[in-house]
């Protein structure tokens, strides 16, 4: 019999961030965006999201939240990677 099951692994770039760097777990980031140029959060660990910073929202409303906002480049294949271990669980 075929079983399926649903993972949901909730700002989960953001947590293989904080898996990866220990420094960045009590401090607010955000997955995307730049200060320099147009863009959205793609996610934010929950020290951020008390601050109101969401998924989704323009980079620039979310360093208005939370000014001291750490913003992370996506790094897709750690993301992938970690996914995967997920996966073969």
Known sequence: MRKIIHV?????F?????RDNPALRDIPIAIGGS???RGVISTAN???RQFGVRSAMPTAMALKLCPHL?????????Y??????VRDI
């Open 8 to 12: 949901d692994m909730d700002c989960f």
């Open 14 to 18: 953001a947590a293989v961030e904080m």
């Open 35 to 37: 200060r320099e140029r």
């Open 46 to 48: 929950y020290p951020a």
């Open 70 to 78: 750490t913003l992370l480049p996506g790094r897709f294949d750690a």
């Open 80 to 85: 992938k990677e970690a996914s995967r271990h």
